[in-house]
């Protein structure tokens, strides 16, 4: 159930201390493969958070599936919550990752 | 009905059967204090909101809501006239960045409102409607469509758009013209730098730049932190000691424009501004030219006095003036005082007049600065301090 936002604290955590770390030693002009090593790095977090996250969102739809109406209500208002708070932490992850494509990285 | 408007009216002693409606009691409990002149007593709060009148309150709807109407429209009519246009307003942008910095409050502005009343509508809906008729307001399908994909699209797009015009707004330019301002209490001593083999030079409360070329302005600040904002090119500054902060623009038409301090300084910090003027990049050039020459040596007898009572009384002390002895670094740059439009930090007109007025009450005019009132010359003497300074073109 809290995947989605795990994933989210992580993906947080190495996009910022990334680019603080890079910017701040000056080690922003490398690139790999044409883009920005900044960027490369939070693409990079940023996919990896995704996919955990829509397995987390795909999991907990099923578990929301199953459970019909005959379960527990207790069961149910787990099963919603958690599809509730992957669903959001799919799209926070992405609004996250969406300003390094548009800033300057060392801005 | 009858009962509850007509006790209601009699503990509250309400004037005319108008001034009775829903928001007097409600009004009355939250404030507490008077309203049409008579005190509204908490006790009375719980009875009247229980006679809240419905019905009358209906009734009187749409007079009121006329009224309003019109007191609103009334407001924003003296408001696009006190702000739209004009030396100091954001809704006037001058250069690319203000604009785009005006469409994102226009924008935002607009599309919040509606999205507000909008929502304020459908609560009014909920509340007042029919049941059998508001009810698909609560259904899944109203939840998940206006509650979730509608702000998730619309937040969706604005992260986008407020990036971009953070991206494109305020970008250093390699071309730019370099001025470097510093603010101090409460005036802006002003620098332009050596730049392509232009002398440098320093002039006081009034900003100058080409239009067309872009400009970078580093700010920092003598004393306590100030805020450099001029409302029609961009947004603001701060100006904070030990540390240079770059904003950059670019002047797109030519005219008058009003800079001010944005950040509380002291006493004086309402009367801190300063002059920008936006020249044709010909007009530009004449005038750096200009500000770099020494000051004018007086060309008449009451001026040449005036010199020598600058010099006499001190003012030389705290106030350059390139040429002479005065060498004074703590006071503005006085060499070219005459060719600015404003003294006292864009307080007065620049003329003989408001010269020997500043000079005598400075003290009094703008209370607390940094500058002694010199109160005992003679009207004479006076006059041609004056005249000396305003010739200093
Ligand atoms: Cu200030």
Redesign the interface.
């Known amino acids: 159930m809290l995947a989605g936002l795990v994933a989210w604290a992580v993906q947080f955590t190495v996009i910022y201390g990334a680019t603080s770390t890079l910017c701040g030693r000056g080690w922003v002009g490398a690139t790999m493969l044409g883009v920005g090593n900044v960027q490369a790095i939070i693409l990079a977090a940023t996919l990896a958070a995704l996919a955990v996250t829509a397995l987390a969102l795909a999991w907990s739809l099923r578990l929301y599936g199953q459970a019909g109406d005959r379960a527990a209500p207790a069961d149910r208002f787990m099963s919603q919550t958690g599809a509730l708070i992957n669903g959001f932490s799919l ?1 926070v992850i992405l ?1 996250h990752g ?2 390094a494509f ?3 990285a060392c801005a | 009905m009858g009962k509850g408007r007509a006790a209601g009216q009699e503990s509250c002693q309400c004037g005319g059967e108008a001034e009775f409606a829903f928001w007097r009691p409600v009004a009355g409990c939250f404030a507490g204090t008077k309203s049409h002149g008579q005190a509204y007593p908490f006790s009375a709060c719980k009875t009247h909101v229980g006679q809240m009148d419905l019905e009358a309150t209906w009734r009187d709807a749409p007079r009121r809501l006329r009224a309003a109407t019109a007191r609103a429209a009334a407001f924003a009519c003296v408001l696009s006239l006190m702000g739209c246009s004009g030396v100091q307003s954001a809704l006037d942008p001058a250069g690319g960045d203000a604009r785009q910095i005006y469409w994102l409050t226009v924008i935002m502005t607009v599309g919040g409102t509606l999205i507000f009343l909008f929502v304020t509508g459908l609560l009014l809906y909920a509340i007042f409607a029919p049941p059998e008729r508001r009810a698909w307001l609560g259904s899944r399908r109203t939840i998940v469509y206006g509650g979730l994909a509608f702000p998730i699209v619309i937040l969706s797009a604005l992260l986008p758009y407020g990036l971009i015009v953070m991206r494109d707004t305020d970008v250093p330019m390699p071309d730019a013209l370099p001025i470097e301002v510093i603010g101090e209490q409460y005036w802006w001593r002003v620098k332009y730098p050596v730049e392509g083999g232009k002398p440098e030079f320093a002039t006081a409360n009034e900003l100058v730049v080409p239009v067309g070329r872009p400009v970078t302005v580093s700010v920092t600040s003598a004393d306590v932190i100030h805020s450099f904002w001029i409302p029609n090119f961009g947004g603001k500054i701060d100006m904070i000691p030990g540390r240079i902060n770059r904003l950059n623009f670019t002047a797109e038409r030519p005219g008058i424009y009003r800079g001010v301090c944005a950040e509380f300084c002291g006493d004086q910090h309402a009367r801190m501004a300063f002059d920008m003027v936006a020249l044709e990049p010909a007009a530009f050039e004449a005038w750096r030219a200009a500000q770099a020459k020494p000051a004018q040596d007086p060309d008449a007898p009451h001026l040449a006095r005036g010199r020598e009572l600058f010099r006499i009384a001190g003012c030389g002390s705290c106030h350059v003036v390139r040429g002479t002895e005065g060498n004074g670094a703590f006071g503005p740059d006085l060499t070219h005082v005459g060719s600015r439009r404003t003294i006292g930090a864009g307080q007065f007109p620049n003329n003989i007049g408001t010269l020997a007025g500043w000079i005598a009450n400075t003290q009094h005019i703008k209370p607390g600065v940094r500058m002694p009132s010199y109160g005992s010359f003679t009207g004479e003497d006076l006059r041609a301090l004056a005249g000396y300074l305003e010739s200093l073109k």
């Open positions: 799209l609004w969406i300003p548009i800033l300057p």
